[in-house]
């Protein structure tokens, strides 16, 4: 029988909350007799400075690398926020995704049925909508030096980050989406501003090539990523694939979670390379959605962003694919009975918290399991 050793990182806010509900998951696949899962939890973002005086500690980072997969809840809240930018909450998630060299990040858009009227959009332009986007997810003006604030004297000062990419980064993106493509529709949509950055055009020029010469049958567009957010919100259903930089990728998959009705629907999958001897990829599972402080501590988060990040583990962490299709199944199963929490709450629907929607999932998955 197969282990797979777990590294959960809960964090702040409503990420602890999420979490619980995962382990509901994990409960029923122990208890199903195939592959088994061993969970350990670290302390990460707030939760650690509070504990350590850092986001993340160097012992936990280590067993992140060497854990099968990690599973991240959020990071964040008002309590930090006047800590230094090195060690905010959020830094502890950077560190996390640039030691462990995740540069592909998955963030699928789906709308389920059940919640076409959810999203922000008539329902006939969300209904059966599918878009994955691939953000770039270890470069960027997220990690570019310089980035610093410098004191210019008489109460003036100059915050500066930078944007920068290299050949080699846009490539194994580029590549991470044609692939993607060749699986589902056929289709890749490159976004960048290549009218006033200089990454944009090396972006655009990378994408191009390698869409020419590797993946000639994908059908390849280029957008510039301010109309591309437009375009995203007036017919969403022309992308199949979008794939843009870190931050683009960033604001472009938090509009998209309106499309399928709320920021607590999307899961995302921070994938790195394959090892050239194992063919294993270190890998990091979260939700889109941050630590909603508005929110924590009063049990009504959706939690299913969360347990479809665990899905999208099982599935490209551990190649389960039946038990994969059977959560999200369930997923959408529990939506379709009208059971909802609040922000994808509709008319007509019972309203749920966070532990009963988890309970829902967990109950309906193993129905699923054991059919
Ligand atoms: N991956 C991470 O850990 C991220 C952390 N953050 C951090 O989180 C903190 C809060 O950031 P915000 O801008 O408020 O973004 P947020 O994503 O935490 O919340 C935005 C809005 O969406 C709602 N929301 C988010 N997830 C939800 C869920 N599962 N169920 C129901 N409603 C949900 C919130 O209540 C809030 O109104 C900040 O410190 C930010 O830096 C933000 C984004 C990602
Ligand atoms: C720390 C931030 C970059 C987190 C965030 O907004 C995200 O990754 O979506
Ligand atoms: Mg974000």
């Not at 590294?7 to 199903?32: R, S």
């Not at 067993?63 to 997969?69: F, I, T």
């Not at 509709?346 to 399991?369: I, N």
């Amino acid at each position: 029988m197969t282990t797979h050793k777990l590294l959960l990182l809960p964090g702040d806010g409503i990420g602890p909350e999420a979490m619980a509900e995962v382990g509901k998951i994990v409960a029923v696949l122990n208890g199903a007799g195939g592959d088994r899962f061993e969970t350990e939890e670290a302390l990460v973002g707030g939760a650690a400075i509070d504990a350590h005086g850092v986001p993340v500690a160097d012992r936990d980072m280590d067993r992140a690398l060497k854990a099968d997969a990690v599973l991240f809840g959020a990071v964040g809240g008002p309590k930090w926020d006047g800590v230094a930018y090195e060690i905010r909450p959020e830094a502890g998630l950077l560190r996390l995704r640039k030691d462990m060299a995740l540069f592909a990040n998955l963030r699928p858009a789906i709308c389920y049925p059940a919640l076409a009227e959810a999203s922000s959009l008539k329902r006939e332009l969300v209904d059966g909508l599918d878009i994955l986007i691939l953000r770039e997810l270890t470069g960027g003006v997220y990690f570019g030096i310089p980035k610093e604030i410098v004191d210019l004297g008489e109460g003036q000062k100059r915050g500066i980050d930078t944007q920068v990419y290299e050949t080699y980064e846009i490539e194994r993106i580029a590549r991470a989406a044609f692939e993607a493509a060749r699986t589902r529709k056929g289709k890749v949509t490159s976004m960048e501003k290549r009218n006033v950055m200089k990454t944009g055009v090396l972006w655009n020029e990378v994408v191009s090539r390698v869409g020419r010469d590797e993946y000639p049958d994908v059908r390849l567009e280029h957008m510039l990523a301010d109309a591309g957010g437009m375009q995203l919100v007036r017919a969403p259903k022309q992308f199949d694939v979008i794939v843009t930089d870190n931050l683009f990728g960033d604001m472009l998959s938090d509009i998209a979670a309106m499309l399928t009705g709320s920021l607590g629907m999307l899961p995302s999958a921070s994938l790195g390379a394959p090892d050239a001897a194992t063919g294993k990829r270190r890998a990091l599972y979260e939700p889109v959605h941050g630590s909603a402080p508005d929110i924590a501590g009063q049990g009504i988060a959706n939690p299913i962003a969360m347990i479809a990040s665990f899905a999208m583990m099982l599935r490209y962490s551990f190649a389960l694919m039946r038990e994969a299709d059977a959560l999200e199944a369930a997923i959408a199963a529990v939506l379709e009975s009208g059971t909802r929490t609040g922000d994808i709450m509709a008319p007509g629907c019972r309203q749920v918290g966070t532990a009963e929607m988890g309970d829902a999932v967990a109950a309906e998955f193993a129905r699923r399991l054991a059919a």
